[in-house]
């Protein structure tokens, strides 16, 4: 699958990013990696300060505009690879529930475990923008459970962000283990494309470390 211009890659190993990595393997993506060492503070070096003011990764290059924020991300390498099959198509039922959970990612689920993780006390449900934490893990629960994926047997990007994102925070000890969560998880760890990227994320790390010592 090509696309006119490739996609530039800004990453670090060992974080958020490595699910942008997975994405990109999946679709069989053209695309050039910069990778940057957070130990070293390289994500807030100036010369990346340029391309990203908010000094975070990942964060994509393409045709000269610039994309961050994951649901962002993988919505739009999801539609420039539409023959991957990642995305539902504009006029497919599946495509409204599709972006909802794409956004349900940033607007609800990070903060809510950013919550848990630093132990802020949330808002009133009335004023705090995931309501609670518990019903946001319920609310999960309740879509994952008829499985396999997020959005029944159709596969799509937001599987990558969602059993990245659970896998993470679960260990961590956020997110409570719970049945239909590492089940998912599982099922997207044997996948062929999410093996390579794997492997190549852990490869990133060890030669980082390595030229650290």
């Known amino acids: 699958m090509n696309t006119p211009h490739r996609i530039k890659f800004h990453h670090a190993p060992n974080s958020r990013s490595g699910s942008t990595l997975m994405l990109l393997e999946e679709l069989g993506a053209q695309y050039d990696m910069h990778v940057m060492d957070l130990s070293r503070g390289e994500q807030r070096q100036p010369g990346y300060m340029k391309v990203n003011p908010m000094g975070k990764v990942p964060a994509i290059e393409h045709l000269g505009g610039l994309v961050t924020?994951?649901?962002?991300?993988?919505?739009?390498?999801?539609?420039?690879?539409?023959?991957?099959?990642?995305?539902?198509?504009?006029?497919?039922?599946?495509?409204?529930?599709?972006?909802?959970?794409?956004?349900f990612y940033g607007s609800?689920?990070?903060?809510?475990?950013?919550?848990?993780?630093m132990k802020h006390e949330p808002g009133p449900p009335s004023t705090c923008p995931y309501g609670d934490f518990d019903?946001?893990?319920?609310?999960?629960?309740?879509?994952?459970s008829p499985g396999p994926w997020l959005l029944g047997e159709h596969f799509t990007a937001a599987d990558i962000l969602w059993a990245n994102a659970?896998?993470?925070t679960?260990?961590?000890g956020i997110v409570p283990r719970r049945d239909a969560f590492?089940?998912?998880v599982a099922r997207l760890m044997v996948r062929p494309a999410i093996v390579r990227a794997a492997i190549q994320d852990e490869a990133l790390a060890r030669a980082q470390t390595l030229a650290a010592a």
Not at 108 to 117: I, L, Q, Y
Request: aromatic letters at 16%; a negative charge; hydrophobic letters at 50%.
């Open 69 to 103: 924020e994951r649901p962002a991300i993988f919505t739009y390498l999801a539609d420039l690879y539409p023959a991957a099959g990642l995305a539902p198509a504009l006029d497919s039922p599946l495509r409204g529930p599709y972006l909802r959970w794409l956004a």
């Open 108 to 117: 609800c689920f990070e903060p809510a475990v950013m919550d848990r993780f």
């Open 135 to 144: 019903t946001v893990m319920d609310l999960i629960e309740a879509q994952l």
């Open 166 to 168: 659970l896998d993470w």
């Open 170 to 172: 679960m260990k961590f």
């Open 182 to 184: 590492e089940g998912y």
